[in-house]
């Protein structure tokens, strides 16, 4: 990779190499081995291998520091949701990971530079390279700050499906008015607000939650609500 290049990639990962040949052999696919037979060269599957790791402990972690309400198994539904290889291709695009890779020249002439699963393992071997070479600190960075919008926008779909879908279910079964969510208030400053949710049936109060975004307010709220009305029957 020419210095120059590979100086601009660096500074798109927002991390400084210590040893950029690591960085080289997470961008380079196995065509583009096979094709030159050199034995000194490495692809990037075992890097892909630890990457994957590497992502799924970061993802959990902020996923059970940002949403400690959750259960187990709602937090492995998110992050499947977050942590698949469309969603990684989709980041590897934001980034024009596809214009560094080293690709055989079949691969190349078949769109491999935008096929979703090259896209995909060449990121997480991305992440393992900034891990082994920059820390778990860095790598932590650049995860959260290229997935931390997927991971709300997946956390309020999951909320909005599970809980709120639920609870209207359950009112139209036991033939209740359809629950209302209400702002009860808000907190903290514009960047870290956190809004306080009231539901209510019949007029009647069922549920209270708080969260950074409505959304989140309305599902914790929601699960209260189902609970007090399994209580009831």
Known sequence: ML???????????GCIFHNTNLLIESVTHKSYINEKKNKKLRDNEILEFMGDAVLNLIISEYLIKTYPHLAEGDLSK??????????LADIARKIELGSYLYLGSGEEQSGGRNKNSILANALEAV??????????????????RN?????RISAEKKASFDFKTELQ?????NKLP?????????KGPEHEKVFEIELLID???FGKGSGRSKKEAEQIAAEEGIEKLKMKN
């Open 203 to 205: 007029k009647k109060v």
């Open 147 to 151: 997935f931390e919008d997927i991971i």
């Open 169 to 173: 279910e359950l009112c139209q079964k």
């Open 178 to 186: 359809l629950p209302v969510y209400k702002i009860s208030g808000e």
């Open 127 to 144: 992440i393992a390279a900034i891990y082994s070479d920059c820390g778990m600190n860095e790598a932590s960075s650049f995860i959260i």
């Open 3 to 13: 210095e120059d290049k590979l100086a601009n990639f660096q500074k798109r990962l």
């Open 78 to 87: 998110i992050r499947s949701m977050v942590v698949n290889e469309l969603t």
